[in-house]
């Protein structure tokens, strides 16, 4: 992946979204941009959860279709451009998953040698990905849900690892305030998220 930052692929996706407002083929080349600079990534993500090669192509060319049609309800103050795809990603993964399954159920063979042997080493089960994935949806709702100053400092403190005083220099706030901020944040948080429990 390039060294890209996150307001320079909010921009991308962005322009990519705006259907009305952007040519085609403007949309179209920031979805080009938007591919060479994630799609690495996005393929990693696509191979944990599948654990076979020709699966995770599949899984990640129906993954940028979705995020191609789905780009106008991103929402940069929500969750970075990474971690929206991702879970894209991820929820296209285990959808495939579940299919394969499925399939193989219905015709009563055995999960093929590739499929079972990610679930036998150790690595993350579909079932954990899932988790995972429904607990980043989880977050996401809850997130929505709260002041959109809040949110910011809690997503400055936790996504980009910063201290409450760099927050209290960065947004010119009372480092009281901050702290104030995240503590309630924090308790919002989890009672949201036990709801989802």
């Known amino acids: 992946m390039d060294n890209y930052t996150d307001s320079a692929l909010i921009e991308l996706v962005e322009r990519m979204g705006a259907a009305g407002g952007e040519p085609l083929g403007q949309r179209e080349a920031a979805f080009r ?8 990534r996005m393929y990693g993500v696509a191979m944990r959860v599948v654990g076979n090669r020709e699966w995770a192509e599949d ?41 394969r399954k499925s399939e193989h159920l219905d015709t009563a063979q ?21 988790q995972a994935s429904e607990q980043a949806w989880a977050l996401h709702e809850c997130l929505r849900k709260l002041e959109a100053r809040q949110r910011e400092v809690l997503s400055l403190a936790y ?37 989802f429990a």
């Open 33 to 40: 941009r938007i591919y060479e600079i994630t799609s690495a």
């Open 59 to 99: 899984v990640l060319q129906d993954a940028y279709l979705y995020i191609w049609r789905s780009a106008d309800s991103y929402r940069a103050s929500l969750s970075p451009p990474l971690a929206w795809m991702g879970v894209i990603v991820r929820s296209r993964s285990l959808d495939f998953l579940r299919r």
């Open 110 to 130: 055995p999960l093929d040698g590739a499929a079972a042997d990610t679930l036998r080493d150790g690595a993350e089960s579909p079932m954990d990905t899932a």
């Open 159 to 195: 996504l980009r690892d910063l201290s409450h005083g760099e927050l209290a220099d960065q947004l010119k706030l009372p480092l009281g305030t901050v702290k104030t901020w995240i503590r309630r944040g924090i308790d919002q948080l989890r009672g949201c998220m036990a709801r």
